[in-house]
């Protein structure tokens, strides 16, 4: 198994998010979305595995937003971005960072969004056969 957290609140921009150049037509990554690739790149490299995995991979991610206001540690954030949107920018920079070869590789993923006193992102990738239904949080 591969754990480590990234540090710091998580992105509201998706990978979804491309602006398009009017002139030229062609698309572009916010800079907020950059920043966020090249921040989840710098903490992902530092675990990724010596070769990337092969065959069926078991991703877990827990997004922990800065709580304020109404909201406390622990309780779950139903406002945007979508699971599925903001995960997407992190399994992309996995991929790129050598975790496996295909992010279709992905055969069960678990994405959760809480606020939290300490905002930060935790990652858990393991391969199918160490899985063994067991999950993976921290």
């Not at 595995?49 to 909201?71: D, I, N, R, W």
């Not at 954030?77 to 399994?91: E, H, Y």
């Amino acid at each position: 198994m591969i754990a480590f957290m990234i540090p710091g609140n998580p992105p509201t921009v998706t990978a979804q998010q491309k602006g398009q150049n009017r002139r030229t037509g062609q698309y572009y990554k916010p800079p907020e979305l950059r920043d966020a690739e090249q921040k989840y790149l710098a903490y992902a490299a530092q675990h990724r595995p010596q070769e990337p995995l092969t065959g069926a991979v078991c991703l877990t991610v827990v997004f922990y937003y800065a709580a304020s206001g109404k909201h406390k540690d622990g309780d779950p954030k139903t406002t945007k971005p979508d699971t599925d949107n903001a995960v997407k920018a992190l399994k992309d920079v996995l991929t790129k960072a050598g975790f496996w070869k295909d992010d279709a590789q992905i055969a069960w993923e678990s994405v959760v969004k809480i606020w939290a006193d300490v905002p930060r992102i935790a990652v858990a990738v393991i391969a199918w056969d160490e899985w063994q239904g067991r999950l993976y949080w921290e």
